[in-house]
């Protein structure tokens, strides 16, 4: 069932665009409630509502929340809170649905709204098809209640400080980049409340600054800190914090497949990867297969989105997965990506190896990789792109099982991306090369 307007995570777009704006907010609002009230035995009413750091989010969610109210359910404001503090909050209460209003790592002109069930976890792409079709075509009159209040960290904090033991970071040096986002004051706290000594980036929002030069998309500024302060490691979230990448006591970057490789590398170890399986997506280099086949567990792959993970999860049983951008998903620990509680076990692993960031990632030997994007006009089917489904397919033969060619188009952005393994960087570089002239010649491309 095709969507309008839902992407690979939820609604997004440049903030008073077609594809986000408050009549849209105040018709997915309503949308939400008629879908919620379709549920058998559904009891509750009330809506949980998070939002990031950006200026829009205030009027969308007034917007969304005058939407629920007009289809008879109490929106219930959590203010500035990470993404995955909704998620958990929404199951542990009982709520009919949560959402959170956020673009994630886009810059600050953006914003979206993405949902979550009862059970906190982001609706399948069916349940977000039949939300588009109980849309109202209009938006209504916003009333003059307004959402209730309700401290929307109290919780989270609890449960993610609860996760290594007390003052178990005493005497750690670590940076931290909140992205000016959503975990500006959370992940701070309970690092802070384990006993780490902090050195903070990213940590005043204004709501403008949201991602501008920092956070997951921008590490540059956390490697160069923790080179300066002789950190054991730093953390860098997205903007609503579901999300996280790290950097090891010398300054270099580990992604969200080096972050699986240890967790799960770990785990097996203990005897405690949960059916010996690890969810990854199609983008997961293919050095995670290995390490972790190689270690006697299995990687399973699914298409990209974190949400297609946990899918997959639920399906086979796993308690461990993510994605290459740093979703990592603690199934036993919160039923969405959680940028947090990933930095939390990984320390974790050093707390009980003994061992630092740079050894434990030493564990997975990726495979050469290359990476691009192209913003493109228009998301013409891929199979109707004769020159690019050529190239595709002679570089595939070449490639063999020592690599491969990964294209598709984001769920968020008009763009195409383009991945291309092999087993050196000149046979990849030499690849992707061909493939984004492929990519030229069928496509109108913005800029280069």
Request: proline share 4%; charged share 20%; aromatic share 4%.
């Amino acid at each position: 069932m095709k969507r309008q307007f839902f992407g690979t995570d939820g609604v997004r777009g440049e903030y008073g665009s077609a594809l986000m704006n408050e009549a849209l907010a105040w018709r997915l609002g309503a949308g939400a409630a008629r879908l919620a009230k379709t549920r058998p035995g559904l009891k509750a009413t009330r809506v949980f509502i998070g939002r990031d750091t950006r200026a829009s989010g205030v009027a969308l969610e007034h917007a969304l929340s005058a939407g629920l109210l007009a289809e008879g359910l109490q929106p219930v404001s959590l203010g500035i809170v990470p993404t995955p503090a909704v998620s958990l909050l929404t199951r542990r209460e009982g709520a009919a649905f949560g959402v959170v209003i956020t673009a994630s790592h886009n810059p600050a002109r953006d914003n979206g709204i993405k949902f979550f069930g009862a059970n906190g976890i982001k609706l399948t792409d069916e349940d977000e098809a039949r939300l588009e079709m109980l849309m109202p075509a209009e938006a209504g009159l916003a009333p003059s209640q307004r959402p209730l209040q309700a401290d929307g960290l109290k919780h989270y904090l609890e449960a993610t400080t609860a996760l290594l033991p007390e003052n178990s970071l005493a005497g750690w040096k670590v940076v931290l980049d909140a992205a000016h986002g959503a975990a500006w004051r959370s992940s701070r706290t309970v690092l802070e409340k384990l006993g780490a000594d902090l050195s903070l980036i990213g940590t005043e929002p204004d709501g403008a600054n949201i991602n501008a030069g920092v956070g997951s998309q921008h590490p540059e500024a956390m490697c160069a800190r923790v080179k300066q302060t002789g950190a054991r490691l730093g953390i860098a979230h997205d903007g609503d914090a579901d999300r996280c990448v790290l950097c090891d006591e010398h300054g270099d970057v580990l992604d969200g497949d080096e972050l699986l490789a240890i967790l799960a590398l770990h785990a097996l170890r203990q005897g405690q990867l949960v059916t010996n399986t690890l969810v990854a997506t199609v983008q997961s280099n293919l050095g995670l297969d290995a390490a972790v086949t190689a270690a006697g567990g299995r990687v399973v792959r699914t298409a990209v989105g974190d949400r297609y993970v946990i899918e997959r999860m639920l399906a086979d049983g796993a308690t461990l997965g993510g994605e290459s951008s740093g979703h990592v998903i603690c199934a036993e620990v919160s039923p969405t990506g959680d940028g947090l509680v990933a930095a939390l076990k990984i320390i974790e692993v050093m707390l009980a190896t003994g061992r630092p960031l740079s050894e434990l990632r030493r564990g997975m030997k990726k495979f050469p990789q290359l990476s691009a994007a192209l913003a493109v006009q228009e998301k013409k089917t891929l199979e109707t792109l004769p020159t690019l489904n050529a190239t595709m397919a002679a570089l595939a033969a070449e490639l063999g099982a020592r690599g491969r060619v990964l294209v598709r188009y984001s769920g968020t952005e008009p763009k195409l991306r383009l991945l291309v393994e092999g087993e050196t960087d000149a046979q990849v570089k030499r690849c992707l090369d061909r493939l984004l002239a492929a990519a030229r010649a069928d496509l109108a491309v913005i800029g280069d």
